[in-house]
């Protein structure tokens, strides 16, 4: 497609549920990313993809979430046991390249907006 | 500990006011500084990237600096279309290549 796209654009569900969040990327990049935007303030780095690996996951903030790219395009985000601590806008971003040596910008998706009530 | 400082956090500017937006960073090494433009609802959409101090770069309304310590946004005469959210952010020496370390972001607003 002509950019990144994510589905649900929003979702609402009730504490202590099971989420699934989907990011398309650009098509050809290698690289995509995900991050967690809270209300007034920037967006906080998540997890990384070099193709079907995770590259860096060191933003995760506990075992509850995890994410897998199985065919190196298409990626979820899963959060299980839900909490409200967990509402946000999730992004989603792919880039050509993640490999070192020359930095390929980041083309960022409209974000999922979750809610947990 | 590394980080980034944005200011102020919202500016209110008439159309055709020229001002400039901050970015301060502090980190242990910096491979590249980018700013952003984020509308409501939206992803924020890639505006520069720099990487040595001295450089510039410029897009219509908008010029980009470095310093060792801190960037700015220059908006020239800024019209109502150019009101968004800006973010900064950096992506630290040695580490991953994803992982940008983003400012809060100032928050624009140009009245007509």
């Not at chain 1, 989420?19 to 303030?41: F, K, N």
């Not at chain 1, 409200?84 to 409209?110: I, K, M, W």
């Not at chain 2, 720099?50 to 800024?78: C, D, Q, W």
């Amino acid at each position: 497609g002509a950019g990144v796209s994510q589905t649900p654009s929003n979702k609402v569900t009730e504490k202590g549920k099971y989420v699934e969040l989907r990011c398309d990327p650009i098509s050809g990049h290698t690289a995509l990313y995900w991050y967690r935007q809270s209300l007034g303030q920037g967006p906080e780095f998540l997890i990384y993809f070099q193709g079907t690996g995770a590259a860096d996951d060191s933003g995760l903030p506990n075992d509850r979430f995890f994410a897998v790219r199985p065919e190196g395009s298409v990626s979820t985000l899963k959060i299980q046991r839900t909490e409200r601590g967990d509402s946000a806008v999730y992004l989603c971003a792919s880039s050509l390249s993640g490999t070192s040596g020359s930095y390929n910008e980041q083309f960022f998706g409209p974000g999922t907006r979750l809610t947990v009530l | 500990e590394d980080q980034v400082t944005q200011s102020p956090e919202a500016l209110r500017l008439q159309e055709g006011e020229s001002s400039s937006l901050n970015c301060s960073y502090t980190v242990s090494g910096l491979r590249g500084l980018f700013w952003y433009r984020q509308d409501p609802g939206k992803g924020p959409e890639f505006l520069f990237t720099l990487y040595s101090a001295g450089e510039e770069k410029e897009k219509e309304r908008l010029k980009a600096t470095l310093t060792k310590k801190e960037s700015f946004l220059h908006i020239t005469a800024p019209k109502p279309e150019d009101s968004a959210t800006y973010l900064c952010a950096v992506l630290l020496r040695g580490g991953s290549q994803g992982n940008l370390i983003f400012g809060k972001g100032t928050k624009l607003s140009v009245k007509p």
